[in-house]
């Protein structure tokens, strides 16, 4: 469970969507205040899905190779099928130019509540379902498993928390070194979608087919 979760929480901290939107935001006016208010969304709604998951399974794991648990397991495989196909998808796709949403435009105007709803729409729901399937095999009795949950959920936020604290400490420095990250994560998002969805994919099968004929 824990190789899983990293590996989960590793593909969602590294994703371009997000992370270009919340660099945007930070741009922008009140733009701490956004980011954090993102940040916190953000975090808020990875927690919720987990607490789900702990509240159906009643922290205790399924029992292996039960109906629970080869479902758990199913699950995760058809999301992993499913980024493995995405990727090559969008790999074969001719290149287009890069064309910034139409929403960025009103991003310096947007308010503490759209912020919070953008974190919500730009998370990478597929991977998130992938964690949740992979919190089921939580043993909340165990304080590693615990630490593995909390760990996930600050890694796949970990990026957020580093761009925040940096504009907080840095904010001159920040915003140019920022602004050139964005500017190179939108010039490469289909090559880091394609990258980050394959690998994480192919991951997620080899896991699950382990798990189904050990």
């Known amino acids: 469970m824990v190789v899983d979760l990293v590996v989960i929480g590793t593909a969602i901290t590294l994703g371009p969507l997000h ?14 205040r956004k980011g ?6 953000w975090l808020a709604n990875l ?10 399974t009643g922290g205790t794991p399924p029992v292996h190779h039960t109906t629970p648990s080869t479902a758990a397991v199913a699950a995760k495989l058809a999301i ?3 980024l493995v196909l995405f990727s090559g ?6 290149p287009r130019p890069y064309r910034p949403p139409s929403w960025t435009a009103r991003i310096d105007n947007a308010s503490l509540a759209t912020a919070a709803a953008l974190a919500w729409l730009l998370q990478p729901w597929a991977l998130v379902a992938a964690g949740a399937a992979t919190a089921v095999d939580a043993d909340l009795s165990s304080a590693s498993d615990w630490l593995a949950l909390t760990g996930y959920c600050l890694l796949a936020t970990l990026s957020l928390l580093i761009m925040e604290l940096y504009t907080v400490w840095a904010p001159d420095a920040a915003q140019a070194r920022l602004s050139a990250l964005r500017s190179w994560l939108e010039h490469h998002q289909e090559q ?15 896991s699950s087919i382990y798990a189904l004929v050990a």
Request: overall charge positive; aromatic content about 10%; charged content about 5%.
């Open 19 to 32: 992370n270009s939107a919340f660099i945007l935001l930070l741009a922008s006016r009140r733009g701490v």
């Open 36 to 41: 954090l208010v993102y940040l916190l969304s």
């Open 47 to 56: 927690v919720a899905v987990i607490a789900c998951v702990v509240l159906l």
């Open 80 to 82: 992993g099928v499913g």
């Open 89 to 94: 998808y969008r790999f074969r796709q001719p």
């Open 192 to 206: 880091l979608i394609v990258t980050l969805s394959l690998l994480a994919g192919l991951w997620l099968m080899a």
